[in-house]
């Protein structure tokens, strides 16, 4: 099993529409969670980190972690074409600084 | 802050040769770490720094691979005996304890090595 699994996609959501992005994670002492975007050729950027279980707004952007169910998602509100990239999961496990990253979810918003 | 900065940002090099690259963190960032992404999977983890100190690396780190942070600022990532299995991007990245939130990790623009 992997550590951080995420669905390759391509997810395809039209201009204006809500994207949903998921994320599982198998080490329950897992205790930071993060969310960056990549673009091609580009390194990644950090959107959002969540640390307790619940909803995390910023801006279009809401952050969702369940850490009963190990689980965490990210919400992209009005998708823009400019949010097409890929969306990297990373989890740190507690008592560790090293942060393991999911494949990553490919995005595609349809003008 | 400055961003993270990586040089160089692309590097051929041939079979067997040694290659360098350079990571200079966000100013005053403590933590630095190395990884290593190939096409269509995440960054790998390689190695952490705190300071000067190198406090973990990968079991994947192979004893070609070595990195330094002397002087608890820049860093500097040097494989040895290049193979190519060892082309991909070497991502650079760095965070701060003295902020609420240290455990948030800020990319450099990667250094790109090619292996032929």
């Known amino acids: 099993q992997k550590e951080v699994e995420q669905n390759s996609g391509p997810l395809s959501v039209p201009e204006g529409a809500i994207a949903s992005l998921n994320c599982t994670y198998s080490?329950?002492?897992?205790?930071?969670f993060f969310w960056y975007r990549q673009y091609s050729g580009k390194s990644p950027e950090l959107i959002m980190s969540i640390y307790s279980n619940g909803d995390k707004e910023d801006g279009r952007f809401t952050a969702q972690l369940n850490k009963a169910s190990q689980y965490v998602s990210l919400l992209i509100r009005d998708s823009q074409p400019s949010d097409s990239a890929t969306y990297l999961c990373?989890?740190?496990?507690?008592?560790?600084?090293?942060?393991?990253f999911g494949t990553g979810t490919k995005l595609q918003v349809i003008p | 802050d400055t961003g993270v900065s990586q040089n160089p940002r692309h590097k051929i090099t041939k079979r067997g040769q040694n290659v360098t690259f350079r990571c200079d963190p966000i100013s005053e960032h403590n933590r630095l770490y190395w990884y290593r992404q190939t096409l269509g999977q995440g960054p790998e983890f390689l190695t952490y720094?705190?300071?000067?100190?190198?406090?973990?690396k990968s079991r994947l780190l192979s004893d070609r691979f070595s990195a330094e942070r002397p002087k608890g600022s820049f860093s500097t990532l040097e494989i040895q005996r290049t193979e190519q299995g060892d082309s991909a991007m070497y991502l650079c990245?760095?965070?701060?304890?003295?902020?609420?939130?240290?455990?948030?990790?800020?990319f450099g623009p990667g250094t790109r090595l090619t292996v032929t």
């Open positions: 080490d329950r002492g897992s205790q930071s």
């Open positions: 990373a989890v740190r496990s507690g008592g560790y600084q090293k942060v393991t």
């Open positions: 720094f705190q300071n000067e100190a190198q406090l973990e």
């Open positions: 990245a760095s965070s701060s304890t003295d902020r609420g939130n240290s455990y948030e990790q800020y």
